[in-house]
């Protein structure tokens, strides 16, 4: 990604005229009252020699909202074969 694309999709995001959605796939059970919630962190964006990170930075990073709800749950074989 180019500086001037970033600076736009950033702006985008800041004005809330887009939004990111992710799908994770998670291993054990989820507690009853962990199933949904909302993270606040500060995250800050650079660039490092392979492209841009993200992460959590206090000093130097902007609000931002992370809102997740389970699903589902399952259980299945382990990479290993046995029982998770």
Same mark, same amino acid.
């Given at each position: 990604?180019?500086?001037? @694309?970033?600076?736009? +999709?950033?702006?985008? %995001?800041?004005? &809330?005229? #887009? =939004?990111? *959605? =992710?799908?994770? %796939? +998670? &291993?054990?059970?989820? !507690? !009853?009252? $962990? /199933? /949904?919630?909302? +993270?606040?962190?500060?995250?800050?964006?650079?660039?490092?020699?392979?492209? #841009? $990170?993200? *992460?959590?930075?206090?000093?130097?990073?902007e609000a931002a909202e992370t809102r997740f709800? /389970?699903?589902? @749950? =399952? $259980?299945?074989?382990?990479?290993?074969?046995?029982?998770?």
């Amino acid at each position: 990604t180019n500086e001037k @694309a970033f600076n736009e +999709m950033r702006s985008g %995001l800041r004005t &809330h005229a #887009w =939004y990111k *959605e =992710y799908l994770a %796939l +998670m &291993h054990g059970a989820v !507690p !009853p009252n $962990r /199933c /949904c919630g909302v +993270m606040d962190f500060k995250l800050f964006t650079k660039q490092d020699g392979q492209g #841009w $990170r993200t *992460e959590v930075n206090n000093k130097k990073g902007e609000a931002a909202e992370t809102r997740f709800e /389970c699903i589902t @749950a =399952y $259980r299945g074989k382990s990479v290993t074969g046995g029982q998770s």
